[in-house]
């Protein structure tokens, strides 16, 4: 008669279910969220808004305003948002804060 030992139980590896792994990995997944959420909004935006104002463009924003043109078509027309077409025109006196 063979003597034989039992086979040891043995459980599949985890991962800890708490501690410096997951919550590193929590921080990650949340910064690649944030980027791709910055980026689909970057996407949204017009083509020029947050660029720097060039002379030319303020001149010709303050213009259009005072023939009397809209904000939207004001900013559609400079490839900028309405909110920055807005402070432009707040920085200038045009409108009131």
């Known amino acids: 008669m063979a003597l034989t030992q ?4 043995c459980s599949p590896p985890t991962a800890p279910a708490s501690g410096p792994t997951p919550r ?5 997944t949340h910064a690649l969220e944030k980027v791709e959420s910055f980026e689909r909004r970057r996407q949204q ?3 020029k808004a947050g660029a720097p104002w060039t002379e ?3 001149r010709r924003l303050l213009a259009s305003f005072d023939a009397g043109r809209g904000l939207v078509e004001i900013a559609r027309a400079h ?3 309405q909110t920055g077409v807005r402070a432009r025109l707040v920085k200038y006196g045009r409108l009131a804060a």
């Open 79 to 81: 490839e900028r948002s």
């Open 45 to 47: 935006l017009p083509p």
């Open 56 to 58: 030319d463009e303020e």
């Open 24 to 28: 590193a990995l929590f921080a990650a």
């Open 6 to 9: 039992p086979a040891a139980k």
